[in-house]
């Protein structure tokens, strides 16, 4: 890391630029210099983030990790969720495994984002060395019609690599904007966004699995609660024999109670992610002692608050941008599409649209084989149109699956919450069980 000494505007020039150094905006990176195309990344933060909200990759999202070299990698370092178990009120209500609707990939991965970016920051740095500066925020943009002029400034005390500089002025031939929920970008080019914020709440926290093969916790009583199996998943090996590696093979618990869901992931290690509904309101302060405390009351499952690594709170909303293309912008991930994390949905649906866009963003800076490259407006172009179409739609379906798992989950009377778990159990043991693992898993979210 090097301090910025102030000095003049220094101008740099690339064919795509990308704002957004997290996941979307760094796997798109790595794809396009596979491409030979020249880019360049900036992001607002100095250093990578050491915690993670976001730790579940679904099987298209292990696909796309194929195409950037970094499937095979992923898949050792992560927990592997082959199976999901529903219960409520100590009963087992059904189970849902992903092999039939994924055979190749019979699993959705829980890997911290922190851990995915950290992957791909190392690729794209192999392939296009210097590509992504940390430590720069995009202060002004001014589209043309063959380009993209944008001014960006030092953040902080450090800006990674490149000149000697506090200010950028950066001349690329498009931009994409990847830079979240809160898009610089997107407030820049006046673009607004249209949807619905929900009142439910969540606490999340990771905390330290009392049984590292995969047992839940710990009871009341001091003895295990049964809810593990020792090894993850019944019939399966703590070692999985998967084509891609030999990461640990581990259980996903939803546990639906009358106070409100209370979900439990694996992480990579002796970790699991904890999350609990904490009602419809305003979001409470993030307390290890009420997390633990609220696991314990619904579902007698004794955590240590002393192990948490990281504690959270989050709210329901969905939200999508009102353009995802311009003349010479273009946005991706969640700048384009936020949606709920219930369901963990996110990074898989940034991933599909930089898979989408990768080829149109190589075209229109280096051409076809035959042809010259393309500098008219994008938003006229019928291919950045048709991926604008297949992005909504793909949001649009995983915001419905949202929302429908957050209703889910939301705390019920006895009587009702007697009544959902039936049909849980009812539908957990018939033919639609595969529909339901073909839905969890993304199946629905091919590419096109």
């Known amino acids: 890391m090097t301090v910025p000494t102030p000095g003049p505007e220094v101008d740099v ?37 050491e915690h993670s909200r976001a730790i579940g990759l679904h099987p298209p999202a292990l696909r796309a990790l194929r195409e950037v070299g970094l499937e095979t990698a992923a898949a050792r370092a992560g927990a592997r969720i082959r199976c999901g178990r529903a219960r409520s009120r100590g009963r087992e209500l059904g189970r849902l495994r992903f092999a039939r609707a994924w055979p190749g ?7 911290p984002q922190s851990r995915t970016e950290a992957m791909l920051a190392e690729r794209l740095n192999a392939s296009a060395p210097g590509a992504l500066r940390r430590g720069w925020e995009v202060t002004a943009l001014r589209e043309r019609a063959d380009g993209v002029e944008v001014t960006a400034r030092a953040t902080g005390e450090v800006a990674e690599t490149g000149p000697s500089t506090d200010t950028l002025r950066l001349h690329a031939r498009v931009a994409v904007a990847a830079d979240g929920s809160r898009s610089t970008v997107r407030e820049l080019l006046g673009i607004g966004t249209t949807g619905a914020e929900h009142r439910d709440t969540y606490l999340m926290g990771d905390l330290a699995d009392p049984d590292s093969a995969g047992a839940e916790g710990i009871g009341d009583d001091g003895t295990g609660t049964g809810t593990g199996t020792g090894t993850g998943i019944e019939g399966i090996s703590a070692e999985g024999t998967d084509p891609c590696g030999v990461g640990t093979d581990r259980e996903a618990l939803i546990h639906l109670e009358p106070g ?51 504690i959270s709170v989050f709210s329901v909303r969905r939200r999508t941008a009102q353009r995802l293309v311009t003349t010479r912008c273009v946005l991706l991930g969640d700048a384009a599409h936020e949606i709920s994390p219930i369901g963990g949905q996110g990074i898989t649906l940034g991933w599909l649209g930089a898979l989408d866009a990768a080829p149109l963003l190589a075209r229109t800076v280096r051409g076809t084989a035959g042809g010259r490259a393309s500098r008219g407006p994008l938003d006229a172009d019928q291919a950045w149109q048709s991926l604008e179409r297949v992005c909504r739609r793909r949001a649009r379906v995983a915001g419905l699956l949202a929302h429908a798992n957050t209703a889910l989950g939301r705390p019920l009377p006895g009587p009702l919450a007697a009544v959902r778990s039936l049909g849980v159990s009812i539908a957990l043991r018939t033919p ?16 096109r």
């Not at 996941?23 to 880019?39: E, I, K, N, S």
């Not at 990939?105 to 890997?111: A, D, E, N, T």
């Not at 309101?281 to 009420?290: A, C, I, N």
């Open 13 to 49: 020039r690339c064919e795509v630029l990308i704002v957004g150094g997290g996941p979307t905006g760094l796997f798109l990176a790595a794809l396009l210099t596979r491409r030979g195309v020249d880019v360049l990344v900036l992001e607002r933060r100095t250093a990578p983030a």
């Open 105 to 111: 990939r019979p699993y959705v991965l829980s890997l």
């Open 260 to 310: 409100g869901v209370v979900e439990s992931f694996p992480l990579p290690g002796a970790r699991r992610r904890w999350v609990a509904h904490t009602g419809r309101g305003d979001l409470t302060e993030p307390d290890p002692e009420v997390l633990t405390r609220t696991i314990r009351e619904r579902i007698a499952v004794r955590l240590d608050p002393a192990t948490t690594s990281m």
């Open 432 to 447: 639609l069980r595969h529909v339901m693992a073909w839905t969890y898993s993304m199946g629905w979210a091919r590419r």
